[in-house]
């Protein structure tokens, strides 16, 4: 997946546990994005970074933290997971705005909260 | 804010037909791609598209930004190419391309 890799790729796990998605890319691309997907909701973007340490909130991100300290790896964190937040959830990478990017995106983690 | 629709919403062709899929926007746009979700959950790129015609194989899509439609065309089709076809759109912001995604069309190719 172009450089992308998204661990855990599936879990489950029970409401009010804390759950931590990675997302690694070897592509050194600037832009770092977390998006989830439900049926009926298409992909809502939650979280983006635009560089290390630089992050900012998507359209929803309640219930989400992020952190970003190395170029490479973009984490989100679910501090105490809720049954709403059953997901498939994608990371995507970006070179940059305003330029020719294209947005390609990891393989997924299936997320079920129990 | 902008609106992304697609048409058809969902779409079952025999093997070997071919097909038109729509993208339409209400507001202008920097940038506009096309993604396949396959049976299996994965995105894959397709096309970035701004304007213009561009082909990879039995697909090609072409965006006209000055109408506010894009279209793909999948020629040949195969099973293989059955899922989800999402256009998104892209705008240029300070601090990240904001990406607003259509609600796809979902194909289905029958043997």
């Known amino acids: 997946d172009a450089g992308i890799t998204q661990s855990p790729r599936h879990k489950v796990t029970e409401t009010g546990t804390p759950v931590t998605l990675r997302c690694h890319q070897t592509?050194?691309?600037?832009?770092m994005y977390w998006y989830r997907q439900d049926p009926g909701h298409g992909l809502r973007l939650i979280h983006y970074?635009?560089?290390?340490?630089?992050?900012d909130k998507g359209e929803v991100s309640d219930g989400y933290s992020v952190s970003r300290s190395k170029t490479e790896d973009f984490l989100l964190t679910l501090e105490s997971a809720t049954s709403s937040q059953t997901s498939v959830y994608f990371c995507?990478?970006?070179?940059?705005?305003?330029?020719?990017?294209?947005?390609?995106f990891g393989a997924g983690s299936r997320l079920t909260v129990l | 804010g902008i609106q992304v629709e697609q048409s058809p919403p969902d779409l079952i062709l025999q093997e070997g037909a071919n097909s038109t899929l729509r993208c339409n926007f209400s507001?202008?746009?920097?940038?506009l791609q096309w993604f396949h979700q396959n049976p299996w959950g994965q995105l894959i790129n397709l096309f970035y598209?701004?304007?213009g015609t561009k082909q990879n194989g039995r697909l090609s899509a072409t965006t006209v930004a000055t109408e506010r439609y894009s279209l793909l065309y999948i020629s040949s089709s195969q099973t293989t190419d059955s899922g989800v076809y999402f256009c998104?759109?892209?705008?240029?912001?300070?601090?990240?391309?904001?990406?607003?995604f259509g609600p796809g069309t979902s194909l289905s190719v029958i043997p």
């Open positions: 507001d202008s746009v920097n940038n």
């Open positions: 998104a759109v892209v705008i240029w912001k300070t601090s990240y391309d904001k990406v607003i």
């Open positions: 995507a990478i970006s070179g940059g705005g305003g330029g020719a990017n294209v947005l390609t």
């Open positions: 598209i701004p304007s």
């Open positions: 592509e050194n691309h600037r832009y």
């Open positions: 970074s635009y560089g290390v340490k630089d992050t």
